[in-house]
């Protein structure tokens, strides 16, 4: 099947020529890369739409100093293709940015993907069309197509948040947000540099910023928690001995609660001693756990307060252990309102140390917020702190920022916008109500940011894949989620999560991190197993909760 119908394209006017396609998918990250890959086997007429000037998503804008992904990189790779498992190289336990977006760069070229992916192409709007049938999407620079199914892998962390700062037009400094970070890169040596936000940007960036900064100051607005990742770089021989036990690792992710082999606890502390209580949160913490391992020390750790706060205080110790400055442990050891694990847990490499190099800074920004910048740097209600540059790394506008950006309008011209105007509803996480043909990859309502992503995203796409395979030879034409299923959905995963300590940390997995964001726990917190099953169940059931006509 020709790959890219351009029906008009040899009118000349492009800005005005309709594309026709099979399927158009929005944005070349993990989610649109395999999408395409897949559609393609299937026989589909497919094109990618990505914004960037590169393929990448996450791993193309997020080149802030210090980025590198969190999950570990034998398990934040694709798993399809077990020739491209043994072919890649991977540097370090951690990968880092560059070596992230250089192993997505390779499996387009490997799977001669490229010529089906367009860059500079912004989608701004998509709307459907319902008695053709079809998807109308245009991209901010005019071009429009047309296309059957509509695949949304836009990501979940794809709106950078900076905040509305007052006078930031009068800074006589340059500004940055971890989101958006110039391609060559910035030289921080002998400046005074003002860092705002401390998630996972924030904690990755501060080591190393303060490597070159003369003086770095980071405004705090909630202490969050962080644990060492002990990364380290690969030897040939633990690579090689790795890579041979790879479908076991893939085996075991799958049926992890994240989708990543964590070492899971499965008994409760209340089924421990003192001793191996103790001995558990010592080996999560120390070289042979590290990470998100901490995040499984007992079985009841998310959904018990008294368990939770054992992990809590045990990392806060650590905090003061490292930090030599009283004042400053104080300010960086999270509160008590915050469970463990409530915000996305951060991972780092010398975080907490850092903070006892005389030149570095923490501000407290709850107690005394940042008004606004001036000429020469940033000012609170206490004071001015004069800086030569100011990095924000305030986060995105998580898991539907990404779809309300674009003007979407489903069946009837319903806007999606004006839908979830309450929080994001879907249907798996993969599907929503009144808008027909169009799928999510890894969307609000999914397993997603709390886990493994690539995991989530294959199996998502794999999923889509099934079903239009399926609709294709039955002659389905519109496949949508009813309203009903979409209700249960949203009931269940709200359910879900209120068994949890989630929904009590203002965490932008609650849209808390955004004024004026309703509030509601934006992922299927019961793990990847589970989920698997729920979407395998439905599947089997003649895709129960769909209408298909
Ligand atoms: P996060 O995790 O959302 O962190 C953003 C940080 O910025 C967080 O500490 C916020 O404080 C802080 N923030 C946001 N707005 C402000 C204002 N106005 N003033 C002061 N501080 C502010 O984003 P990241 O980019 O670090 O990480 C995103 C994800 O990428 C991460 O979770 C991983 O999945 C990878 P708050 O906690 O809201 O008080």
Redesign the pocket.
């Known amino acids: 099947m020709q790959d890219f119908d351009c029906e008009n394209a040899e009118s000349g006017n492009m800005e005005n020529s309709v594309k026709k396609l099979d399927m158009l998918v929005v944005g070349a990250g993990f989610s649109g890369i395999y999408q395409l890959y897949k559609a393609r086997e299937a026989g589909l007429s497919v094109r990618v739409l990505e914004a960037g000037d590169g393929v990448g998503g ?1 791993w193309f804008w ?1 080149r802030y100093p210090g980025a590198r992904c ?1 999950v570990e990189s034998l398990d934040y790779s694709y798993s399809f293709c077990r020739e491209l498992e043994e072919e890649w190289q991977w540097s370090e336990r951690y990968a880092p940015q560059a070596e992230i977006l250089k192993y997505m760069e390779h499996v387009v070229d490997r799977f001669a993907l490229k010529d089906g992916i367009q860059l500079n192409a912004r989608v701004s709007r998509a709307v459907f069309n319902d008695d053709r049938l079809l998807w109308t999407v245009s991209t901010e620079s005019g071009e429009v197509f047309e296309c059957t199914y509509l695949v949304m892998a836009t990501g979940g ?1 794809s709106i950078p ?1 900076r ?1 509305q ?1 007052k006078g930031l037009d009068d800074f006589k400094g340059r500004w940055y947000h ?2 958006q970070w110039p391609k060559d890169g910035v030289d921080f040596t002998g400046q005074r540099v003002a860092l ?8 990755q960036m501060v080591p190393i910023i303060a490597e070159q900064a003369a003086k770095l100051t980071v ?4 202490a ?1 928690f962080s644990v060492p990742a002990h990364n380290v770089p690969f030897t040939e021989k633990a690579l090689a001995a790795a890579k041979a036990r790879y479908p076991d690792r893939r085996a075991m992710g799958r049926e992890a609660i994240t989708g990543q082999f964590l070492n899971a606890n499965t008994k409760t502390a209340a089924e421990m001693t003192e001793e191996e209580q103790r001995a558990e949160l010592e080996y999560r913490w120390k070289g042979a756990g590290g990470g998100f391992r901490m995040l499984r020390t007992f079985a009841d750790q998310m959904s018990n307060l008294e368990t939770n706060k054992m992990v809590a205080d045990f990392a806060r110790n650590r905090i003061r252990s490292v930090v030599k400055d009283s004042a400053k442990a104080d300010l960086l050891c999270p509160k008590d309102d915050l469970p463990f694990g409530g ?2 847990l ?1 991972v780092d490499s010398r975080y907490y140390e850092t903070f006892n190099l005389e030149h570095v800074d923490i501000v407290d ?2 107690a005394h ?2 008004i606004e910048a001036t000429a020469h740097g940033l000012r609170t209600d206490q004071c001015e702190y004069k800086v030569d540059a100011i990095v924000f ?4 506008d ?1 898991m539907s920022g990404a779809l309300k950006a674009i003007d979407i309008r489903g069946s009837c011209g319903k806007s999606l916008r004006e839908k979830w105007e309450h929080g994001p509803t879907s249907y798996l996480g993969l599907s929503i109500a009144g808008f027909p043909n169009m799928f999510v990859v890894a969307g609000p309502g999914s397993p997603s ?1 709390l886990s493994n992503m690539v995991h989530s995203i294959e199996t998502h796409v794999d999923w889509i894949m099934r079903l239009l395979t399926q609709a294709r030879a039955t002659g389905v034409q519109r496949i949508e989620a009813t309203q009903a299923a979409e209700d249960g959905w949203v009931q269940r995963c709200e359910d879900e999560a209120n068994k949890t300590l989630y929904p009590r940390a ?3 997995y609650m849209g ?2 955004i004024a004026g964001k309703p509030r509601v726990f934006m992922a299927f917190v019961s793990g990847v197993p589970l989920y698997r099953r729920i979407i395998e169940d439905v599947a089997s059931n003649n895709y129960q909760g769909f209408e298909m006509a």
Do not use: Y
């Open positions: 996450t997020n969190d962390l948040q905040p700062l971890s989101a705002i936000g401390t998630g996972s940007s924030g904690v405004f705090q607005r909630t969050n915000k996305r951060c920004a709850a917020p940042v790394a305030t986060g995105f998580a940011v203002n965490s932008w808390a991190n």
